[in-house]
């Protein structure tokens, strides 16, 4: 449907489960992996990002990282897609 509306971008955020985080390093701080963000491209394709916090706790950053590919993890991000397109097309408008 080409209703001459212009989407920038369809994004939705899932929380990763306790036993599927992992941990990982950026700049010698140890971060867990907590929540990714999940893209739907204009191609129909998938684009995903982990974010996490710093294990030693604190006010640290949210960073990014590139998304740990395991069949647990590529489940969880095709399921939340799923999810969220159908939560969408179920939408009751404002």
Known sequence: ???GIE????ALNVSIPPALR????RRGERFEL?????RLLPDGSLAAKAYGR???GGRG?????AVRHSP???ALITGAASTAGARWAAHQGL
């Open 34 to 38: 907590q929540s990714i963000t999940v």
């Open 22 to 25: 992992w941990e990982d390093e």
């Open 54 to 56: 710093p294990v030693a």
């Open 72 to 74: 647990e993890i590529d």
């Open 1 to 3: 449907m080409d209703d």
């Open 61 to 65: 950053a949210y960073v990014s990282f």
């Open 7 to 10: 989407i920038g971008a369809l």
